[in-house]
């Protein structure tokens, strides 16, 4: 792993759609000491546009390029795996779009892999480097409301046209993968990172591709519960609700805030302390960590494995749960 701060980091990026072009790649044209290196992607002509000192149509060609040392993996749910360890097993290190793998099953054997090769793999959930993200975590960990009881997660993604990949469970589609990893992850730290119990599941898909529509989920933990809704029908509704024995903290726009204000509603006895946190990049935080860290910077933070895994593993829970019916029914409720 490089060890000097001096070093400039070459990226590469597999993909060159929206996220890459529109995210990560402004976030490192801003960022010293790194470089992008290569893209590769099916359209050259987006490729190209990214900037980068070589363009690629084919991805192989991309991972042997040995002025690379990272591969950023924007491409659709169902190869990130593949890729992920591809690039692994050609010495890279990695920062792979969210959900890291399919299952958790895939992020077992992309974990063992960036083991194997001493690189690292980092799950690019870009919210959890935003400093409200951050202090949530602090505040939970400091108890300041208590033990969490309960926890309610909320997060309609844009509704996508029907030739989108979101709507084919075969590419990893769905609200649940797409938008349902941010709100399970939220779910998941407050909770300490138990595994839940799925208690209730209701879904309703597309009639294309069996990609799931709308998830609405009923979690227990052994202090507590929560109720999770991931959607892809474009109402843009958000929420993320912490209950605790000492109190409550709420969040706007827990999932999508970034290039704009953001607060935090923390309540006690003591009374609401709300705090304000203005427009940041969470892309541009999230590269220059994970510059940091193949740096060879162990302060860096990183979206730990481990708490990939869970997500995952709670996901694959959700989705073998059986629908209990109508998603509109009356007897699951979220308590927002």
Known sequence: ?????????????????????????????????????????????????????????????????????????????????????RALESGKHVLCEKPLGLSADEVKDMTDAARAADRLLVEAAWNRWHPRTRDIARLLAQGVIGEVRHVEAVFDGADPDRHNYRRDAALGGGALLDVGCYAVSAILAAHDWAAPTVTAVRRETWPEGSA?????????????????????????????????????????????AGREPAGLWVRTAAGTDVRRYPPVDPYALMAAEVTRAVRGDASAYLVPLEESLAVAEAMDAIRRAPSAGDIDAPDVVLRA
């Not at 929560?226 to 999932?255: K, M, N, V, Y």
Request: proline share 2%; charged share 20%; aromatic share 6%.
């Open 212 to 256: 799931d529509r709308r998830t609405r989920a009923e979690l227990r933990f052994d202090r507590g519960t929560a109720g999770l809704l991931a959607s892809l029908t474009g109402t843009g509704q958000e929420a993320l609700a912490i209950t605790g024995t000492a109190g409550t903290l709420h969040a706007d726009r827990p999932f999508t």
């Open 1 to 85: 792993m490089t060890s000097t701060t001096e070093t400039t980091v070459g990226w590469g990026f597999l993909g060159a759609g929206h996220i890459a072009t529109a995210s990560l790649g402004p976030a490192l044209r801003g960022l010293a000491g790194t470089e992008l290196r290569a893209a590769a992607g099916r359209d050259p002509g987006r490729a190209a546009a990214l900037g980068a000192v070589a363009a690629h149509t084919d991805y192989a060609a991309l991972l042997a390029d040995d002025t690379v040392d990272v591969v950023y993996i924007a491409l659709h749910n169902s190869v990130h795996a593949e890729w992920a360890v």
